[in-house]
């Protein structure tokens, strides 16, 4: 007798795609028991039965989360993956170094963060601004859909700025096999976009930034500053930057030339909390030369999203004007 597909999976509709995955090997470095690797990239991909769109998506999660972050909902359905290979592209995604599936040790890659808890999950993903209604779960402990949130958050290393710098160099390599494609990023994932582009402008088609990590010159705790305005791994700023404390006394001095012709967008919720500073990020890229839009998704007639709309009840809807922005931008 052949096994019955649960009812909670029949949603999911029957779809003809080809996938695969491989890794962006780290560097060979000692270890306890010989020659080990630091800090690979896992990579996944998925495409169409026919690729209709002119570049590939490179997708790159958040901090503490993992490449599944854009494969499903913590309510169970289909999240963006799906939705960007039903519209044609070819689409990887990206399990950060030291994060997910890309295996983290901490002799090798440095000392490691806290757990994600539930209490920063909670002021994060379910933040109590007026009109943030789409989240499918409470901040209740207990809470099967929160569970599955928390489930895929792991942690991220202690040093942001060279968790910035693996990104940059590894996500860099994944281009540089792959050819021009457009990066769409997720929170603390954002600062690889603009350091993948300052590294290679000729790869990257466009960036998608959904709620980057922000605003310029935060510091989020000892160690963990954007130094360079809006990473804390080095940009390459013109004039040449000795010292990026020079950055904050005076930000209208510098440019970001490799962003120039890059079309990119900051993309904020609704009813997010990013959408606060959100605008001072973009000022800042703008004053520095870079070719960036800031988008409301309330502009658009998708009202009630938090900091992770690819999680939230309205899913489908929140991918739309991303989907519209990418086209226009590679057009």
């Known amino acids: ?21 491989f890794w962006i090997a780290g560097e060979r470095v000692p270890g306890e028991r010989g020659l080990v690797q630091r800090a690979p990239l896992y990579v996944e991909w998925e495409a169409p039965a026919e690729i209709t769109q002119p570049y590939p998506l490179v997708l790159v999660h958040g901090g503490g989360g993992q490449g599944t972050d854009w494969k499903g909902t913590p309510d169970g359905r289909p999240g963006w993956l799906d939705r960007f290979v039903d ?35 909670v002021g994060l993903f379910d933040t109590p601004i007026p009109g943030h209604d789409q989240a ?16 895929g958050m ?53 960036i998608m930034a959904i709620e980057p990590m922000g605003p310029p010159f935060f510091e989020f705790g000892p160690g963990s500053r954007l130094d360079w305005g809006v990473t804390a791994a080095p940009l390459q700023y013109a004039p040449e930057v ?37 605008g001072g990020l973009v000022d800042y890229l703008r004053s520095a030369g870079a070719d960036v839009e800031l988008m409301n ?23 739309v004007p991303v989907l519209q922005w990418i086209a226009d931008a590679v057009s």
């Open 1 to 21: 007798m052949a096994a019955a597909l649960p009812e909670e999976f029949a949603a999911h509709p029957l779809r003809t795609v080809r996938k695969g995955h």
């Open 87 to 121: 519209a044609g592209y070819l689409t990887y995604v990206v399990d950060r170094p030291a994060h997910g599936r890309s295996w983290a040790h901490p002799d090798v890659v440095g000392e490691l963060g806290a757990q994600f808890s539930y209490d920063l999950a």
């Open 136 to 151: 499918p779960w409470s901040d209740r402990i207990g809470d099967p859909q929160l569970d599955q949130l928390i489930a």
């Open 154 to 206: 792991g942690f991220m290393p202690a040093d942001l700025a060279e968790s910035q710098r693996l990104d940059q160099e590894r996500i860099g390599r994944l281009l540089q096999r792959i050819g021009p494609a457009v990066l769409v990023t997720h929170s603390a994932g954002g600062p690889a976009g603009w350091l993948v582009a300052d590294a290679h402008p000729e790869l990257v088609k466009a």
């Open 242 to 278: 000795q010292d990026p404390a020079e950055l904050e006394r005076d930000p209208a001095a510098f440019r970001l030339p490799a962003l120039a012709g890059i079309p990119a967008v900051v993309m904020v919720g609704a009813s997010s909390p990013f959408a606060i500073w959100a």
């Open 297 to 319: 998704l309330a502009d658009h007639g998708v009202a009630g999203n938090g900091h992770a709309m690819m999680f939230e009840k309205n899913s489908d809807a929140a991918i």
